[in-house]
Structure formats: structure tokens, C-alpha cells
Nanobody, 118 residues
């Protein structure tokens, strides 16, 4: 079973920066994209950013210009977060999406907590 392992969360002051990283425990067959989602207390999980294989990145409007998603290789993804605000406080989840036999497969990490203090 594939595991996605996240790292880099923590406590930071408003205006600060953090870098999240995520690596798959083994190569994911037919992977098409990797991304980051987040879930704040009492809210639904939402897309933060996604980077498809060889395609254009997509960002949530709330993080455009402040966050940058990148991939070292097909199974590793990073999220550089700058100018962090208290509303960015959430558990951040790594996602890897693949297709197999016309079925979409989503792999998720366990999440890493980002807390932005005011």
C-alpha cells in the first residue's frame, strides 16, 4: 500500500513562511497529479494547490501569490508558503491522484498541522 508522508508543518507567526514536503513510499503507477488540500477546524477540506504531470499548476484564490507548489520528481511534492495569515491555520494533506482501469485513485497523507499565530 502506498503511503504519503508529509513533513514541515508547525507554528509560525503572521507573515512568516513554512515549507511542506510530501513523498510517496513507493512509485505510484499511472499518477497524473499531486497536490495539497487543507482542512480548518469546523470547515470542509479544500483544495490549496495541485500540480499535474507536465501541466499548469492550479491554486486556490486565497493562496495565489503567496504559496508555490513544486515537484522534485513524479512522487514528491512541496508547498512553499509565505506571508502566512491566521486563516491559513489548518491541517494540510498531501494528495496523489492516479488512474487505473478508468478508475480514479486518490492517495492521502495523514496530514500535517500548520498554525499561524496573530
Amino acid at each position: 500500500q502506498v503511503q504519503l508522508v508529509e513533513s514541515g508543518g508547525g507554528l509560525v507567526q503572521t507573515g512568516g513562511s513554512l515549507r511542506l514536503s510530501c513523498a510517496a513510499s513507493r512509485t505510484i503507477a499511472n499518477i497524473i497529479a499531486m497536490g495539497w488540500y487543507r482542512q480548518a477546524p469546523g470547515k470542509q477540506r479544500e483544495l490549496v494547490a495541485v500540480i499535474p504531470n507536465g501541466g499548469s499548476t492550479v491554486y486556490a484564490d486565497s493562496v495565489k501569490g503567496r504559496f508555490t507548489i513544486s515537484r522534485d520528481n513524479i512522487n514528491t511534492v512541496h508547498l512553499q508558503m509565505s506571508s502566512l495569515q491566521p486563516e491559513d491555520t489548518a491541517v494540510y494533506y498531501c494528495n496523489a491522484r492516479a488512474f487505473q482501469s478508468a478508475t480514479r485513485l486518490d492517495y492521502w497523507g495523514k496530514g500535517t498541522l500548520v498554525t499561524v499565530s496573530s
